[in-house]
């Protein structure tokens, strides 16, 4: 082998040798390091799993919602407004959809019902299936469930099941497709329905619906025909899609935002106790160091020695931060963040975050954690460096 | 008797710690010195005289300040640091006065410490260590932790380690030092059994039993930085 590859392999190999000697020492910076990395991580994946989530709820949000209100508070559409539109140009497609909560005493668990006019039938929409289809046209009690709901309602592998109207009586519905977890956040709690099955479970009019979802064929004129909506039916509320996605935006970066501060704050009080550790360097470390030099190692060797010494404890904290922060994702669904992050959605039913971590999100974390590390042991490592061979004599 | 080949040639030599400086101290004086290849010499003087740094220059820890000095034929003078390390790796082999044994790294990892740098495999150190833990007695500690063997073999180690590059220039500072007469004079047969491999022994002590050695070719000493008597090559 190549004499300055093994040089490097026996210095590692001396590095990682006297670090396990050195253990005891090394052990509580390890360990709050692993534990900064765990927080930054958890943070980190679960921020990315929201936004994920958000970004693909945003795409199946409509161009524009329409709903009608009367003093203040929403009450239902009915079809004479939807003829209203009939005159605003450039609407590509209406639906109407009734959207609602369903309250299941028995779990004591709330379900958010959609019932929507048209089965879906574009490949984006399958693909938020994780199996089965949408309800058919005319396909009467056909549900598709979010996998909140099916625990709850404990389904199994049967596909029937009945939920109760307002006055009490039953409807009969059966499963025919289950959400796919990926997208939990918003299909955790969700049973999408007919329209017709909708209002028959809610007991509304037998024209009437919640909200009204328009496509827009040019994207430009959404603002202008947004406003020319809102003209035609009076007293609505016009939300266009580029206002949800702002909404959740400023949610989320402002929740990161804030929690990514808190953390750096943290971090940066580690890179400190580092340094400060490296800055008590003691009688004994510098004993070695002096009769290492005597033997003949350079001063590079040291710092390499030194630099090794730290990569390895920086890596193998990374290692157990990282996994640890999965762990708390998909096992215990970020518990420690849940409250930053969905405060706003306390009265669902739980739901699973599903990780979603990308390559780059470790490549930062790594920058943003073991670089700090390894640069604040560079001073200490050159401190160490420069003790002389003469002083051991 | 023919004039042997000077190992170590020191002429007109100073050696300043801290030059320029408030603290500056003037420890070697128009050092003029010689040591042929195959002699046990012995540096003898008063605390501070300056001992230690006489040794260090001899075995290439830094250069001299000012004047010639040549180790093994190689000029130290203006030699940057980088360069004289790896020289001494080749050159020479200390033995401590505390013998400076890591306590935490095994008998035979202690040994092997100058090779590791050198860029040398984990299976040729251990080819090169064998016989000489078998040689000085040490071999069935060689998994012991240093702080876990008696002093005697600790020596042992540090002789050993000395040793391992096959260095022709072996410099002992004080090696005696903390030593009752049966473990000095054990080490004393040590460094004559070196001297009759053809190595060149430097070493420094105050101890009569170095220095009345009968196997010790020439005692050197040393005054306030400047040698007394006996600085040249006996015929
Ligand atoms: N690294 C250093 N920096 C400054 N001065 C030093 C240094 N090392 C030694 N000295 C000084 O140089 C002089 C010679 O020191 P040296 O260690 O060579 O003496 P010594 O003869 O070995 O003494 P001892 O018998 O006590 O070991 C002393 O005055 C000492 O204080
Ligand atoms: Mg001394």
């Known amino acids: 082998m190549n004499k300055s590859i093994q040089q490097q392999l026996n210095i590692l190999d001396y590095g990682l040798h006297s670090l396990w000697q050195k253990k005891g020492r090394n052990f509580c910076v390890f360990l709050i390091f692993s534990g900064v990395i765990f927080l930054l991580a958890s943070f980190q994946f679960m921020s990315a799993s929201l936004t994920r989530t958000a970004e693909l709820l945003l795409v199946t949000v409509p161009d524009i919602t329409v709903q009608q209100l009367s003093a203040g508070r929403q009450v239902p559409l009915s079809a004479k407004s939807l003829g209203k539109l009939d005159t605003v140009f450039g609407?590509?497609?209406?639906?109407?959809?009734?959207?609602?909560?369903?309250?299941?005493?028995?779990?004591?668990?709330?379900?958010?019902?959609?019932?929507?006019?048209?089965?879906?039938?574009?490949?984006?929409?399958?693909?938020?299936?994780?199996?089965?289809?949408?309800?058919?046209?005319?396909?009467?009690?056909?549900?598709?469930?979010?996998?909140?709901v099916l625990d709850n309602l404990g389904l199994g592998d049967r596909k029937s099941f009945s939920l109760f109207?307002?006055?009490?009586?039953?409807?009969?519905?059966?499963?025919?497709?289950?959400?796919?977890?990926?997208?939990?956040?918003?299909?955790?709690?969700?049973?999408?329905?007919?329209?017709?099955?909708?209002?028959?479970?809610?007991?509304?009019?037998?024209?009437?619906?919640?909200?009204?979802?328009?496509?827009?064929?040019?994207?430009?004129?959404?603002?202008?025909?947004?406003?020319?909506?809102?003209?035609?039916?009076?007293?609505?509320?016009?939300?266009?899609?580029?206002?949800?996605?702002?909404?959740?935006?400023?949610?989320?970066?402002?929740?990161?935002?804030?929690?990514?501060?808190?953390?750096?704050?943290?971090?940066?009080?580690?890179?400190?106790?580092?340094?400060?550790?490296?800055?008590?360097?003691?009688?004994?470390?510098?004993?070695?160091?002096?009769?290492?030099k005597m033997l003949g190692w350079q001063t590079g060797d040291i710092m390499r020695l030194r630099f090794y010494e730290s990569l390895a404890t920086a890596a193998c904290a990374?290692?157990?931060?990282?996994?640890?922060?999965?762990?708390?994702?998909?096992?215990?669904?970020?518990?420690?963040?849940?409250?930053?992050?969905?405060?706003?959605?306390?009265?669902?039913?739980?739901?699973?975050?599903?990780?979603?971590?990308?390559?780059?999100?470790?490549?930062?974390?790594?920058?943003?954690?073991?670089?700090?590390?390894?640069?604040?042991?560079?001073?200490?490592?050159?401190?160490?460096?420069?003790?002389?061979?003469?002083?051991?004599? | 008797m023919t004039i042997k080949i000077p190992q170590i040639e020191l002429s007109e030599v100073h050696k300043f710690y801290n030059q320029g400086q408030d603290n500056e101290v003037h420890a070697l004086k128009e050092i003029n010195l010689q040591v042929a290849e195959g002699e046990i010499v012995c540096l003898r003087g008063p605390s501070g005289s300056g001992k230690t740094t006489l040794l260090c220059l001899m075995g290439c820890v830094f250069g001299p300040s000012s004047g010639r000095a040549a180790v093994g034929g190689q000029q130290l003078q203006r030699m940057p640091d980088e360069y004289l390390t790896r020289y001494r790796r080749e050159t020479i082999g200390f033995i401590f006065q505390h013998f400076n044994i890591l306590p935490e790294l095994s008998v035979e990892q202690n040994i092997?410490?100058?090779?590791?740098?050198?860029?040398?495999?984990?299976?040729?150190?251990?080819?090169?260590?064998?016989?000489?833990?078998?040689?000085?007695g040490i071999e069935h500690r060689k998994l012991f932790k240093a702080s876990q063997i008696s002093g005697g073999e600790l020596q042992r180690v540090a002789i050993a380690r000395a040793l391992i590059?096959?260095?022709?220039?072996?410099?002992?500072?004080?090696?005696?030092?903390?030593?009752?007469?049966?473990?000095?004079?054990?080490?004393?047969?040590?460094?004559?059994?070196?001297?009759?491999?053809?190595?060149?022994?430097?070493?420094?002590?105050?101890?009569?039993?170095?220095?009345?050695?009968?196997?010790?070719?020439?005692?050197?000493?040393?005054?306030?930085?400047?040698?007394?008597?006996?600085?040249?090559?006996?015929?």
């Open chain 1, 91 to 148: 609407i590509s497609s209406i639906r109407p959809r009734i959207w609602g909560y369903y309250f299941d005493e028995s779990n004591g668990a709330n379900y958010t019902v959609i019932g929507s006019s048209a089965p879906a039938t574009d490949d984006l929409l399958d693909s938020l299936l994780i199996a089965g289809s949408y309800p058919q046209a005319g396909e009467q009690g056909a549900v598709v469930l979010g996998s909140a």
């Open chain 1, 318 to 393: 990374f290692g157990l931060g990282i996994s640890l922060a999965w762990a708390h994702i998909l096992f215990f669904d970020g518990g420690l963040f849940r409250s930053v992050f969905l405060g706003w959605s306390v009265l669902r039913p739980t739901f699973d975050i599903v990780p979603y971590i990308q390559g780059r999100d470790i490549l930062l974390l790594f920058a943003f954690s073991a670089l700090p590390y390894l640069a604040a042991t560079i001073i200490p490592a050159w401190r160490a460096s420069i003790v002389r061979a003469d002083s051991v004599v």
């Open chain 2, 112 to 136: 092997v410490l100058p090779l590791l740098p050198l860029g040398i495999s984990p299976k040729e150190r251990q080819q090169r260590a064998e016989p000489l833990m078998e040689r000085f």
């Open chain 1, 165 to 292: 109207r307002p006055d009490l009586t039953q409807v009969a519905l059966h499963r025919v497709g289950v959400f796919q977890q990926s997208i939990n956040l918003l299909t955790a709690d969700l049973m999408l329905m007919s329209l017709e099955d909708a209002r028959d479970l809610f007991a509304m009019g037998h024209d009437e619906f919640t909200d009204l979802l328009v496509q827009v064929a040019n994207p430009t004129e959404i603002p202008t025909i947004a406003s020319k909506i809102a003209d035609a039916i009076p007293g609505s509320r016009v939300v266009t899609a580029e206002q949800i996605r702002k909404t959740y935006e400023a949610v989320f970066s402002f929740r990161s935002g804030f929690g990514a501060a808190c953390l750096l704050a943290s971090l940066a009080a580690f890179v400190i106790l580092a340094f400060d550790k490296g800055l008590g360097f003691s009688r004994e470390d510098q004993q070695e160091v002096g009769i290492l």
């Open chain 2, 165 to 235: 590059n096959n260095p022709p220039i072996i410099l002992a500072d004080e090696p005696t030092a903390h030593l009752d007469s049966s473990r000095s004079n054990e080490l004393m047969d040590h460094l004559v059994t070196l001297r009759r491999d053809g190595k060149t022994i430097v070493l420094t002590s105050h101890d009569p039993l170095v220095t009345e050695h009968p196997e010790v070719t020439r005692v050197i000493d040393i005054q306030d930085g400047r040698i007394s008597c006996g600085g040249s090559i006996c015929s």
